[in-house]
Nanobody, 126 residues
Framework: QVLLVESGGGLVQAGGSLRLSCAAS????????MGWFRQAPGKGREFVAA????????TYTDSVKGRFTISRDNAKNTVYLQMNSLIPDDTAVYFC???????????????????WGQGTQVTVSS
């Protein structure tokens, strides 16, 4: 069992930056692939980024490539999402998730993740 708690969301102007954190308790996150998803009002939950359990692979949805960076610090049991050059379309509730799925190419599938945090709101004003 893993408990995930996101933090770092807030209100920011377009062009600004935020860093989201996902702190885990229970089993160590080094056992899991970790992902970030987001859900905008009236829309489904979509994949944003993922990092493999050993950190040697990362992947992003096209709309955030070059602006967002996912990283992990297994010693701190924490995963991060650095978000730069934010735009209003990035406004959403952001969720982190942990999964033991294999192979790696399932990273964007919500149903491959076993544990989810409660989410943190990110609002980007124009």
């Amino acid at each position: 069992q893993v408990l995930l708690v996101e933090s770092g969301g807030g209100l920011v102007q377009a062009g600004g930056s935020l860093r989201l954190s996902c702190a885990a308790s229970g089993r160590t996150v080094s056992s899991y692939h970790m992902g970030w998803f987001r859900q905008a009002p009236g829309k489904g939950r979509e994949f944003v980024a993922a990092i493999a359990r050993n950190g040697d692979s990362t992947t992003y949805t096209d709309s955030v490539k070059g602006r967002f960076t996912i990283s992990r610090d297994n010693a701190k049991n924490t995963v991060y999402l650095q978000m730069n050059s934010l735009i209003p379309d990035d406004t959403a509730v952001y969720f982190c998730a942990a999964g033991e799925f294999s192979p790696w190419f399932w990273y964007s599938r919500r149903n491959r993740y076993d544990f989810w945090g409660q989410g943190t709101q990110v609002t980007v004003s124009s």
